[in-house]
């Protein structure tokens, strides 16, 4: 609840209640008041007091370094002796306290550490402080309304603060009628400002509107919290939000064997890669796995094709996709055909030895053509292709129809669900199994093998009525609880919209091929190569050097260029707009980039130094808030990449971190300047998120192009 909240932060200072009683401060009375009206302590207040009792006891020497450094007298056991001796006096038992204790001696204000281990050290996001800030004022001033604080970043200039609490409203609709109540949200609004407890976080809290809490942050804040960047053991790692699960798997890519990535992968595989940067960034576990389509009707199907046509098993890729199609049209059209390539699916589902050898060949030539794309794209992922969850598939439907949750009907077993118009078949009529029995069948190994305890498909929005039946009937089969609990283990599709033509159909060459994801990378490291010699920047004849930039750039601009979008929504692929140099496209951040570089040399060239061991941050212009400010968000953007699944959080927040750097570099000089060292600092922070930011969206950054 709030309160625990309020102390996860790690006891900055003491609970108000130990405060008040202690004689250092005026009791927050809240709403209602500490007192009674005849003056006697009410039960609510005394049902507070047991709450903070083991907080005061647990923390006082926490506090003593903090308290001592920023001027206020340093608190003392007498708090909680004082609250025993109520507790005593009331024949009352203190209510035990859950806490997490904060780092003793910690360099950065509201640092947490969960063991001696440097490298779990966390410096909590100011999000999730301004959460516990709020929910201590809203517990003060509303003790019998239990609300979770809403707090939002602000991006409209003209309310001068960088967040707003929204709890004013909805809490007016649960106190209204009652007697004494606030008339007005915006009477609600003040007396939650009225509550919030001293601290050195918050410049400035204003009620504005019908009950908006516009929330200032001081820049003393902003600056100690950009400083423990550079504070020994700590690094932007320590920036990093908490998940709340211990191992994901993340299933994406998904390529289909004997047939050639192309443009509809592209969206999968680096949807999927910057998830799993970013929820291994968030301190999670996480097995990728690539659910490679590599066994089925279609295998024996090629193997007869190529056996008659006496081709090699080894063959290149590209010849055979062009030997699947052939083989798909003998297939539809020549029943003879038909009846041998059934008979080659039985040998190879069967084992034979010589139809698994072909096989095997076919899969092994598909993978090495995949992992020429995956090396490109800088994206790591594990094989587990179908053909994996085989020997599952006769037991788990043998399972489900022993304990009733599939029933048989029309020969077929099948998993009927609620608000599904279809059943889920887990075994066709003549035996076989599908695409559902298989996902059920690794669903459960994940889950019973893996250990997972949060499982992610990434595929096109097409399968999205799939996946809710198999989801449901894990739901059925009692693996994973009941959607909307809240609960884990914890099961998400992730659907993606398509990649369309600048005619708004969906891409394809002239021909009307579906594009080759490697022709498509070919030709954005060509066309990047062109723009770098129209601009003068061949690197001096260095072909290698150019092929390098040309490539990090090109790679770059179709990652972010998908990564940006909605991911639920069509986009229009255009080369023109994402090589553009302004605006939000990669190669707008990608020289932003050098250019932070490009200072912090010069910095160093001049002599004077850049920020060096013990350089101070010091805010002295609104371009250098305003930047700060965009530095201090970046937790915030990761935490809302992994909650809602979206990468273009966090594309939209790199964006406005690099247009904040832009209005930085344009109105503040660096190097020569009298806060050249500030500055400075200030440039080494943001180049520190900004290689972070990078790194999760699976782009290599440019020192210098």
Known sequence: DNRERAQRVGCERPPPT?????????????????????????????????????????????????????GNAAPTTASASTLTGLFAALSLAPRPCSLRASAVGAPARGLCAQSADPSSLRVPGVKRELETLMGSALEAAFPDQRQEPIVVQTTNPKFDCDYQCNNAMPLFARVKGEDGAPSNPRAVAEA??????????????????????????????????????????????????????????VDFSSPNVAKEMHVGHLRSTIIGDTLC??????????????????????????????????????????????????????FDEDPEFKQRAQRAVVRLQGGDEESRERWGKICDASRREFTKIYDALGVTIEERGESFYQPYLEGLVGELLESGVAEMSDGAACVFVERQDAP???????????????????????????????????????????FRGVFAAARKCG??????????????????????????????????????????????????????????????????????????????????????QNKQSNYEFSFDR??????????????????????????????AGGGGEGGEIRVTCGAERALLAAICQFPEAVEDCVAD??????????????????????????????EQASRVRMCEATLEVMRKCFFLLGMEPLDRI
């Not at 709450?51 to 006891?57: V, Y």
């Not at 407890?197 to 809490?213: K, M, S």
């Not at 695409?435 to 069948?441: E, F």
């Not at 990669?586 to 002599?607: D, F, T």
């Open 578 to 607: 994402m090589l553009d140099l302004k605006g939000n496209t990669a190669v707008y951040l990608q020289y932003a980039h050098a250019r932070v570089c490009s200072i912090l040399a010069k910095a160093e060239a001049s002599g």
């Open 424 to 466: 889920l078949i887990v075994r066709k009529s003549d035996g076989g199994y599908g695409y559902a029995t298989t996902d059920l069948a690794a669903l459960r190994q994940r889950l019973s093998e893996e250990g997972a305890d949060w499982i992610v498909y990434l595929t096109d929005s097409g399968q999205a009525q799939h």
């Open 18 to 70: 130990a405060m008040a009683l202690n004689g250092r401060t005026r009791p927050s009375l809240g709403w209602k008041g500490l007192l009674s009206s005849s003056g006697t302590m009410g039960f609510g207040a005394v049902r507070r007091i047991a709450t903070t009792t083991a907080c005061a006891k647990r923390h006082t020497s926490c506090l003593l370094p903090r308290w001592s450094s920023s």
């Open 192 to 249: 939650i400002v009225a509550s919030i407890p001293a601290n050195d976080l918050v410049e400035e809290a204003a009620v504005a509107g019908p009950g908006f809490i516009n929330l200032r942050l001081r820049d003393s804040f902003l600056e100690g919290r950009a400083a423990t960047l550079f504070q020994p053991d700590l690094s932007v790692e320590s920036w990093a939000p908490q998940a709340p699960c211990r191992r994901a798997v």
């Open 479 to 564: 693996w994973v609880p009941e959607e909307g609990t809240g609960g884990y283990p914890r099961v998400d599709h992730v659907g993606f919209g398509l990649v369309l033509g600048e005619d708004s159909k969906r891409l394809r060459t002239r021909s009307g091929d579906v594009v080759r994801l490697s022709d498509l990378l070919g030709e954005a490291v060509s066309r990047c190569k062109a723009q770098l010699v129209e601009r003068g920047n061949d690197f001096g004849g260095d072909e290698e050097a150019l092929d390098r930039v040309a490539r990090k750039i090109g790679y770059s601009a179709i990652k972010y260029a998908d990564l940006k």
């Open 277 to 330: 940067r970013c929820l291994e960034f968030s301190g999670v576990d996480v097995k990728r796995l690539n659910h490679v389509g590599d066994w089925g009707t279609q295998f024996g199907m090629l193997i007869q094709h190529m056996e008659e046509e006496g081709v090699a098993f080894d063959a290149a890729v590209e010849d055979l996709q062009v030997l699947y199609k052939a083989s798909k049209v003998r």
């Open 645 to 674: 699944l979206a990468p273009n959080r966090l594309c939209e927040y790199l964006y406005g971190l690099t247009s904040k750097f832009t209005d930085f570099y344009g109105e503040c000089q660096v190097v020569g300047s009298e």
